[in-house]
C-alpha cells in the first residue's frame, strides 16, 4: 500500500462523527425488518416532522471517531448495520462510515429523510428513502431527483398519517411510474391504525408493502429499542 494510501487511510480512520447512540435491537423496518441489527444513531436533523419520535437526537451526543465506532459495532454478533438519526447523512463524515462499515463486510442500510442527496452514498449501502408526505410538515423539502438514484437494493418509505397522505402518495407512485426498489406504506403509530391503511392498500391494490414498526410493536416507543 502507498504512503498516500496509508495516510488516507488513518485519516478517515480517525475522521470524527457525533453520535447520540449505538445500540443493538431488532430491525424494525424496511428490507432488513426483524433481522438483529446494530443502529448507529447520528446527531442532528434539519427537519422538524410532526411524529418524530427521535427528536432527542436533534442535539446532544459525544463525538466518536470512526474507528472507536467500528469497534463498538464490531462487539455485536451480527452482520447487519443501520445509519440512522436524526438525518445521518447531516453529517457529511457519515458517507465515510459507511464506505468503512461495507469495506468490513457488513450488511448497512442508511435510513434518510429524502432531504438530502443519496448519489453520493457508498453502492453497497441499502438506502432507506422517507418521502415526506404532507401531514409531516416537511413535505417541501422532499428531494425528488433522489427517486431517479434509486436502486434494487434500496427501498422508498411513506409514512401514513391520514386519508389525504394516503392519496397524495398514491399520486407521487402515479407521477414517477414504476420503482427499481421495494415501496413501503407505514401508518403513523399514533394517528392510524395498521389495519386501516392495509384496508386502503388492498382497495386501491396498491402494488405497496405494509409496514408496522416491528421495534415498537414488541417495546413501544422507547429510545435504545
Avoid at 500500500?1 to 480512520?13: P, Q, Y
Avoid at 466518536?64 to 447487519?80: K, M, S
Avoid at 436524526?86 to 429524502?114: D, F, I, K, M
Wanted: aromatic fraction near 8%.
Amino acid at each position: 500500500m502507498s504512503k498516500a494510501r496509508i495516510a488516507t487511510s488513518e485519516t478517515v480512520a480517525n475522521d470524527r462523527l457525533k453520535i447520540s447512540e449505538i445500540f443493538y435491537s431488532i430491525q424494525g423496518e424496511a428490507q432488513f425488518s426483524g433481522w438483529p441489527t446494530v443502529f448507529v444513531r447520528l446527531t442532528g436533523c434539519p427537519l422538524r416532522c410532526s411524529y418524530c419520535d427521535t427528536a432527542y437526537a436533534f442535539s446532544g451526543g459525544e463525538w466518536r471517531t470512526i474507528d472507536e465506532i467500528l469497534t463498538e459495532v464490531a462487539g455485536f454478533d451480527t452482520e447487519y448495520v443501520c445509519l440512522t438519526g436524526g438525518e445521518p447523512l447531516a453529517q457529511p463524515r457519515c458517507l465515510r462510515l459507511a464506505e468503512a462499515l461495507a469495506e468490513r463486510g457488513y450488511r448497512v442500510s442508511l435510513e434518510t429523510s429524502g432531504a438530502l442527496d443519496v448519489g453520493a452514498v457508498d453502492a453497497r449501502v441499502s438506502r432507506v428513502v422517507d418521502v415526506k408526505t404532507p401531514a409531516s410538515g416537511e413535505a417541501a423539502k422532499n428531494r425528488w431527483e433522489n427517486l431517479e438514484l434509486l436502486r434494487s437494493s434500496d427501498a422508498l418509505k411513506f409514512v401514513i398519517c391520514n386519508r389525504e397522505d394516503f392519496e397524495w402518495a398514491k399520486g407521487v407512485l402515479a407521477e414517477h411510474g414504476a420503482l427499481p426498489c421495494p415501496v413501503f406504506f407505514s401508518p403513523s403509530h399514533d394517528e392510524l391504525t395498521p389495519g386501516e391503511l392495509a384496508d386502503w392498500i388492498l382497495a386501491d391494490r396498491l402494488p405497496v408493502r405494509l409496514q408496522i414498526q416491528l421495534h415498537k410493536a414488541l417495546w413501544g416507543n422507547v429510545p435504545g429499542r
